[in-house]
């Protein structure tokens, strides 16, 4: 650990006025030019809320009073080789890193060709692929473990840069993820004192020290968020003060209005970081001297005595006056630039305000890839030919078995997948496995078992528990090309993960305009019917993620289909949340050979479990084995023929399927696990009687469980959980009409 502290109320350096003189590693040529990117920056947010104002652009976040730190980072780091993560204030980092100012106005006008979102992000959202600015969102903080992933990503391809080649035969996700990586690359990561107190920022701070990942964490304290002041934000006052127990960190604290200071700590965290010590800390002090946003008027929670202190330390003015002072411009040099500034901004303002919007139905454009469908025939595969070597019929496998085997495959094919989660490990303490103490682990359920044995603690590793640390890094490694298979343990655990689920990793895609994509899995295991599961291991609720537009939602009922939905999941170029009944592990119902490494089924094509004529029943995961012996008990009994529909993949949806069935049944019943009122079947039941309206002879019945949480005692959990008499009675009252 290295600490270095500047104090952050010392006046701007100031060495002598000696032509040949460095300022601690800036030359004069440079001074200037943080002078005018500086100044580009304050510049660019007058115009912009003159245009606000002007009501030619639609919102405004200005980056001023944190110019100097910002261009001082943009000046230590390198565009397009290391990676950026910055937050809305990073205006002038932006600018040093080489967008243009016209760029930033195309934004705020909302233009077609707007780099960054092509009009779909709000302005000072930063996305521009070729500099490696990574597309950032509006909640404060989950950029920070996508960072953490990023660097992690890197890092994992300068140990196996094999992973980064795109083989001939690859007909999946690495045919559209061109990767590049530098073996001492850094990720830069910003966020503001108030976005310290969110928990990712801690589970990012632990991740990197953990890994000694190269990531430089800037801390960019303006003393407020929004109306709070640092004193109640923060314990103790100091975030320095607060992460300085973190192992294998560089720690810098500066005065971040001094464009000198904050780059000579910028210059020795980058150091640090590329020289593979660990991460490191800027924590800089800065100002905020226009209110949060134009939403925002400070003077309700600021004194202008407060307000004039801080503008003592306006980094703009003060840099202008160390140039005037250490002679590197004089008063003419000062007003030429300045003016040749405003020339550039009015030209590019006028430019942009001329720029045309996008056109209304682009809208839907970029929510998938538009270069590998999933729904396609490419993912249509055969299972192999199923005969053991022997010549006997092999043996029918679980779905527990048959996850791990479609991850093993996939793992000896495709070197950039990664398996990472609780537990997910055989054994993180690797000298016992050597040792051959113990077998290992391999995850809670044993889907990942043998896994880290076979490929190495590099591809297969136990993480903190935290899951939106799981979820987060995933998604910044992805971004880099890589496709983590990460495990959330429990379904009834995924809502840490909620923020990076539904605010961030699916809307990747779309708001980068399709700059950036992260296609990663996410196994989740899911559902009841455990007798003792209890509220809090039995939980359904994929209606919650098939709410999200651009999140594709997988949930099997069986080995083989587990198997082949899962290597579609893998193979395919979007997020996926596949999700695995626990129930359905090692049930007997459903087991298969294994179907051979090449065994692919594609999403959005239902299953006919059972053909009927009489009642269409639509269902997935754990209710399909009951509604099929709810209706091979209707049909011993009365005859109704009942046509089941397993559903296998929820987003996209097979609606082909369950059009055509009704059209010959006539009746439906939309069956699931999760609690009725709002439920999956919801959904469905409002389209058939909305667009099959004149096919039905009956009301769309659904079974679902009750409006409660599940219970512990079985008794309990059968009154709650949809049970095959329920089916049974709904399919049997149904086939009366
Ligand atoms: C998760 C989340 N909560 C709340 C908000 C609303 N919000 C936007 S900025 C902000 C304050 C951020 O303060 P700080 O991190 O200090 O950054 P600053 O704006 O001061 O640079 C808040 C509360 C948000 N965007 N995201
Ligand atoms: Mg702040």
């Known amino acids: 650990m290295a600490t270095t502290k500047t104090d952050p109320k010392l006046p701007l350096a100031a060495n002598g006025g000696k032509k040949s003189k460095s300022y601690d590693g800036l030359t004069r040529e440079q001074l200037i030019k943080a002078y005018r990117l500086m100044y580009t920056s304050r510049r660019i947010d007058d115009r912009e809320i003159l245009l606000k104002r002007q009501q030619k652009i639609f919102f405004q976040m200005s980056g001023a009073g944190h110019e100097a730190i910002g261009v001082a980072a943009g000046l230590a780091l390198k565009p397009g080789y290391d990676w950026f993560y910055p937050y809305y204030r990073d205006r002038a980092l932006c600018l040093a890193l080489g967008v243009e100012p016209y760029q930033m106005f195309l934004q705020g006008v909302g233009a077609a060709d707007d780099p960054s979102s092509g009009g779909r992000q709000m302005p000072s959202h930063w996305s521009y692929p070729a500099l490696h600015i990574v597309t950032q969102s509006s909640p404060t903080g989950s950029q920070i473990l996508q960072a953490v992933g990023c660097a992690d990503g890197g890092r994992f391809l300068a140990r196996h840069p094999k992973a980064a080649e795109i083989p001939a035969d690859a007909k999946d996700y690495r045919q559209f993820k061109n990767i590049s990586f530098q073996n001492d690359e850094i990720t830069y990561v910003s966020l503001g004192d108030g976005t310290s107190s969110e928990g990712e920022f801690w589970e990012a701070m632990n991740v990197s020290a953990l890994g000694k990942l190269p990531v430089i964490f800037c801390v960019e304290d303006n003393g407020y968020a929004i109306s709070v002041p640092v004193e109640v934000q923060t314990a103790g ?187 997910v490990a055989d054994c993180s303490r690797e000298e016992y496995l050597k040792r051959k103490l113990v077998k290992g682990k391999g995850g809670v359920f044993k889907l990942t078992f043998g896994l880290q044995c076979d490929f190495g603690n590099d591809r ?140 692919m089924i594609p999403f959005g094509k239902a299953k006919i479990v059972h053909e009927g004529t009489d009642i269409t029943v639509v269902t997935y995961g754990a209710v399909v084995p009951r509604a099929l012996q709810a209706a091979q008990k209707l049909e011993r009994e009365q005859g109704t023929k009942v046509e089941l529909i397993d559903l296998r993949t929820l987003n996209p949806f097979d609606w082909e399927t369950i059009a055509v069935s009704v059209a010959k049944t006539n009746r439906v019943l939309v069956a699931y696990e999760d609690t009725l009122s709002w439920g999956y079947g919801a959904e469905i039941a409002a389209r058939i009687a909305d667009q099959l309206f004149d096919q039905l002879d009956a009301p769309v019945r659904r079974v679902a469980a009750k409006d409660i949480f599940v219970p512990y005692q079985p008794i309990l959990e059968d009154a709650v959980l949809p049970q095959p008499n329920d089916l049974y009675l709904a399919m049997r009252d149904l086939a009366k009409y």
């Open 237 to 423: 006052g100091s975030i320095s003060q607060l992460v300085s127990g973190f192992p294998n960190f560089h720690f810098e604290e500066v005065d971040g209005t001094d464009p000198v200071a904050s780059y000579a700590a910028f210059t020795r965290a980058a150091k640090y970081c590329r020289e593979g010590h660990g991460p490191a800390f800027v924590h800089a002090h800065v100002i905020r001297p226009y209110s949060h946003s134009l939403s925002d008027d400070e003077r309700l929670y600021r004194p202008d005595a407060e307000r004039e202190r801080d503008a003592q330390r306006d980094p703009v003015t003060r840099t202008q006056m160390f140039l005037l002072r250490e002679g590197i411009l004089d008063d003419k040099g000062i007003n030429q630039l300045e003016k040749e500034v405003e020339a550039e901004l009015q030209a590019a303002v006028d430019r942009a305000l001329d720029a045309l919007p996008p056109a209304p139905e682009s809208v839907m454009n970029f929510l998938y890839s538009p270069d590998l469908d999933v729904t396609s025939r490419m993912f249509e595969t055969q299972p192999a030919a199923a005969e053991a070597s022997d010549g006997k019929k092999p043996t029918a496998k679980t779905m527990a078995d048959l996850i791990n085997a479609t991850l093993r495959d996939e793992m000896k094919r495709d070197e950039r997948i990664v398996i990472f989660g609780e537990d």
């Open 460 to 599: 297969v590793f136990n993480s903190p528990l935290a899951e939106a640390a799981i979820v987060g890094r995933a998604t910044g490694m992805a971004t880099r090309g890589l496709k983590p298979v990460v495990e959330v343990q429990f379904f009834d655990y995924i809502w840490p993960a909620m923020m990076q689920l539904r605010d961030e990793l699916p809307t990747i895609r779309w708001r980068s305009n399709n700059g950036f994509s992260a296609p990663c899995v996410i196994r989740v295991a899911i559902g009841g019917y455990l007798t003792g599961g209890a509220i809090y291991h039995s939980q359904c609720g994929e209606s919650i993620f098939t709410h999200i537009p651009g999140l594709r939602v997988v949930f099997p009922s069986n080995a083989l289909d587990a198997a082949g939905l899962l290597r579609t999941a893998i193979r395919c170029d979007d997020p996926v949340l596949f999700l695995e009944h626990k129930r359905l592990y090692r049930e007997s119902y459903g087991r298969a050979a294994y179907p051979g490494p090449e065994y």
